[in-house]
């Protein structure tokens, strides 16, 4: 069964920094991109940030929202993508989701994890 | 970045056929898929690559697309087929929601 598990979420204060987790089983990791998703209270789903896979050297794309302020990794060796976050403002504060792409360059997501929730407030 | 319109709400009878749009001058060249997100889940995705079907979703999705727009069809609308459904497109520079659509069934 195919499964990605965010963690790391929490309240954080303005200008601060959280690294999220995604946890990934049930499929080989390394064969996958990666991107990530939010979801702020009462809005649509907005994509920020997308890897590659190996094969397509993990390169990474961001929107314009994060970028410079977020990056995001992964570890094959132990099936976890992350995304570091910095400079946080008030307007991140969102559920923040994991997702599989199983398509090397870009493409739609197939699996979706349950997400994890940042506040940023002072 | 490139933007893709959806109508705010669409609302049938159980039974009935749902149709929700998405439109975006950059469709022409790009996958459209489509995810249904129900309040406090994770998104699920029912159509794919414009118009395939995971296998999990029921026959009764149907995605098409001509031009500079796509069309997610409910036939046969069930009540729990009730939640938010977006279109998403992607290019080599990333990923673009549609604006959402609720749909409602009763």
């Known amino acids: 069964e195919v499964q990605l598990v965010e963690s790391g979420g929490g309240l954080v204060q303005p200008g601060r920094s959280l690294r999220l987790s995604c946890s990934t089983s049930g499929f080989r990791f390394g064969d996958y991109s990666v991107s990530w998703v939010r979801q702020a209270p009462g809005k649509g789903l907005e994509w920020i940030s997308f890897i590659r896979n190996k094969d397509y050297g993990g390169t990474t794309e961001y929107a314009a929202s994060v970028e410079g302020r977020f990056t995001i990794s992964r570890d094959d060796s132990k099936s976890i993508a992350y995304l570091q976050m910095n400079s946080l403002k008030i307007e991140d504060t969102a559920m923040y989701y994991c997702s599989r792409v199983p398509y090397g360059d870009y493409g739609g997501i197939d699996y979706w994890g349950q997400g994890t929730l940042v506040t940023v407030s002072s | 970045s490139y933007e893709l319109t959806q109508p705010p709400s669409v609302s049938v009878s159980p039974g009935q056929t749902a149709r929700i749009t998405c439109s975006g001058d950059e469709l022409t060249e790009r996958y459209v898929y489509w995810y249904q997100k129900k309040s406090g889940q994770a998104p699920v995705l029912v159509i794919y690559?414009?118009?395939k079907r995971p296998s999990r979703i029921p026959e009764r999705f149907s995605g098409s697309g001509s031009g500079t727009m796509a069309t997610l069809t409910i036939r046969g609308a069930q009540v729990e087929d009730e939640g938010d459904y977006y279109c998403?497109?992607?290019?080599?520079?990333?990923?673009?929601f549609g604006t959402g659509t609720k749909v409602t069934v009763l």
């Open positions: 998403y497109s992607t290019d080599s520079r990333g990923g673009v």
């Open positions: 690559e414009d118009r």
